[in-house]
């Protein structure tokens, strides 16, 4: 996959943003280049936080090697924790050789920080930088991605999350984070595409970015979301909260978890089978494409537990892992 497949002049999400004839023309002012910086003085200006979009490689299943572009470096891209009432400033700077629209989804901001063709001020051309103000106002996991091409840029790696806290919210013992998605160009009826960089396979669906064959767990830490290698663990009697987030552009994605139930409607099943809030216990709950959700479970039950998409198809291209109650 090059640079040049990684960016396809498209604007998936902006239905009902105008006539077509309008959004073509901004959309062919904003990938013809090459183009001066629209907010330069935010190269040098202060923020909480500084995205770098760049391009990297990863092995989702630890041997195939893929070019991804990244908030960040990685895939997947940084998680970001507020809680309710807070504002922050994020930088975005441009690595890339690509123009990039920043936009957050479930956050409160001014239009002019929208990340769409419409608001210029909000696209981060190669070498240049925006901060764009964000307020929480709404508890939830919500993604961000880039808004200029997110069919093609999401599944090519660039993608992050942004997890709110309720005021309200009790500590758990063990918090963690699934982005479920897909990595790569899926071929029908032909050969999937060859990588640079020397793998055979092109095309996976995972759990953060990685297939069961090279884990990666994300831990809220410290006040933080960090990664590291492995799969996710617990221990039994621990309160576990696990965030999920759909980070395909246009599937739908399934999680289940085996040996364990959960409530559709938050907090964890109690000892009679019930769940609060009028919910019920469910074992698999669905997700639309950039859809996020919070479960909570009691890890009661010792063993190398299996979590994956119920969608099959999926779990045979990767989107599977284990969850370790010891």
Known sequence: MTR???FLVACAFAAGCGSSHDMTDHMNQVTQGPHECETPEDAAAPADQTIEARYATVKPDGVNAMN?????GTVPGPVLTLDVGQTRRYKLTNRTDVPIGLHFLGLSYDVKDDGTPLYPKSIVYPGCSHVYTMTAKTPGIFPFVDHLNPT???PAGMHGAVVVRA???TPADREYLYFLGELGKETEGEEEEEEEGGGARSFFMTMNGRTEAAPLAIERRGGEFVGWEGFSESQVGNKVRIRLQNVSPSTY???GMHGYNFC???????ASGGCPNQGRPVNILSLSPLEGTTIEVLTNNPGNWMIHCHILDHVAEGMMSYFVVK
């Open 264 to 270: 559709d409607r938050g907090g964890m099943v109690d």
């Open 253 to 255: 994605h399934s999680f």
């Open 4 to 6: 040049t497949t990684l």
């Open 167 to 169: 005021p309200d919210e």
């Open 68 to 72: 991804v572009i990244t908030f960040g």
């Open 152 to 154: 093609k840029t999401m």
